[in-house]
């Protein structure tokens, strides 16, 4: 495979990463996803689209998100110099808003009303109800039913923002049986509805098109990163479910030699038992939800269960550009598991007064550890992708006795 760097502006036509990505769904559904990428070819472009955009990043999100130099937490390492992109403080609490916002907007100019996705913690869900209360769309939200009575609060939210939030009961009743529902119900009404995916993965131009929306966050954090300290940062450091808010740092540091790329995957209970969601770390090729990359499979193809205390990390699969990355060489895929995030939620919360969300805390707990590895003149810059909020009383029920200060 050529090492191009020119092969990081990626995809091909087709939606090809190399050999990942690409768009492996039945031709009736093709059809419907073509006009898509066809919309969103012309969108991108459209000076009247861009700006929109980006007011209401600037004016709605309240971006550009600070830079943050996390001078305590470095101190008390004792190695690297750790600074934040603080996506936490976006509106709604994290960076999902960015490509949700751009997802309705397109919506809209396509002419359609209702935007529907499926949710797992409801994160997504919780993103996209707010853009669609926004723009003035219709919001379905698919959710099994065990996510719905485990999730309360974010229901409630999707409820109060206005979206109808639609019980899955078949199979598990969690997350893929939410997106198998969801595509379904697209189907029925492609017209009128489009589908908006919650991560750089789905067939083509999903990860092509969240990837070009969260690009902010790297291009802001570029010139952030120079302006306070005149150099580029050494390392840069993001948590991966999907992958979202790893590329969107990533993006604009890609072609920067010298800046080393870490992905950091759960490992959960360990990676020897299976309890663990390390796609790049411990999986294969194969297809999943409509595309081509690493994928957590059984011998048969079929997907294997994952596990990781935060629940936005637990998806089998990763975006395609991510597994080019991998294979390139040019990103680092690592790990950190429940504890080390556990004991990094409550690190950066007590040293620092930041709570980060349970997913941003496995980045802060890979930073932590490299950091000790590397003298006081290096830097790190890590994607605080979301804030605690939404973990308080998992964290306090499940771990509260063991970090108590007495
Ligand atoms: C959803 C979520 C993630 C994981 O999604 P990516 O697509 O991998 O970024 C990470 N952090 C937070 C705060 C999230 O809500």
């Not at 004016?59 to 101190?75: I, Q, W």
């Not at 930073?367 to 964290?395: C, H, M, W």
Request: net charge negative.
């Amino acid at each position: 495979m050529s090492k191009k760097l020119a092969d990081f502006q990626l995809p091909d036509e087709k939606g090809y990463f190399g050999e990942y990505g690409g768009s492996f769904i039945p031709p009736a559904l093709q059809v419907i996803i073509d006009e898509i990428t066809d919309a969103y070819n012309k969108i991108k472009v459209d000076k009247e689209f861009i700006e929109e955009l980006q007011s209401l990043y600037t004016h709605y999100v309240g971006r550009p998100s600070p830079l943050f130099y996390a001078r305590n937490l470095s101190r008390k390492v004792g190695g690297a110099q750790i600074y934040l992109k603080r996506e936490d403080l976006n509106h709604t609490g994290a960076h999902k808003i960015n490509h949700c916002l751009g997802e309705a907007l397109l919506a809209k100019k396509m002419g359609k009303k209702i935007i529907i996705a499926e949710t797992g913690a409801g994160q997504h869900g919780v993103a996209l109800a707010t853009a669609a209360a926004l723009v003035g769309l219709e919001c379905h939200i698919y959710m099994g039913v065990v996510d719905i009575a485990k999730e309360k609060p974010n229901v409630t939210r999707m409820k109060i923002l206005g979206a109808r939030v639609v019980p899955v009961t078949r199979g598990t009743q969690t997350l893929k049986d939410a997106v198998d529902a969801a595509f379904e119900a697209y189907l029925e009404d492609p017209v009128n509805q489009l589908y908006a995916i919650g991560s750089v993965v789905g067939p083509h131009p999903f990860p092509m098109m969240v990837r070009d929306f969260q690009q902010i966050v790297g291009i802001e954090a570029r010139k952030q990163f120079q302006e306070m300290t005149g150099k580029l940062p050494d390392n840069l450091v993001a948590c991966v479910g999907g992958g979202s808010n790893a590329i969107g740092l990533f993006t604009a540091f890609l072609h920067d030699k010298s800046v080393k790329i870490y992905g950091v995957e759960p490992s959960g209970r360990g990676l020897d038992d299976g309890d663990h969601a390390a796609t790049l770390t411990l999986g294969k090729p194969g297809v999943l939800h409509g595309f081509h990359s690493y994928l957590l499979q059984d011998k048969e193809g079929v997907p294997l269960p994952v596990y990781s205390v935060a629940s936005g990390l637990d998806y089998p699969g990763v975006g395609p550009q991510h597994s080019l990355l991998r294979d390139l060489e040019r990103v680092n895929y690592v790990t950190a598991d429940d504890k080390e995030s556990i004991d990094a939620f409550f690190e950066l919360s007590r040293v620092e007064g930041i709570i980060p969300a349970l997913e941003s805390a496995h980045a802060v707990a890979f930073a932590l550890k490299l950091a000790a590895e590397l003298p006081q003149d290096k830097t790190i810059l890590v994607n605080l992708s979301g804030r605690g909020d939404k973990d308080l009383d998992f964290v306090m029920d499940n771990y509260g006795k063991d970090y108590e200060i007495k």
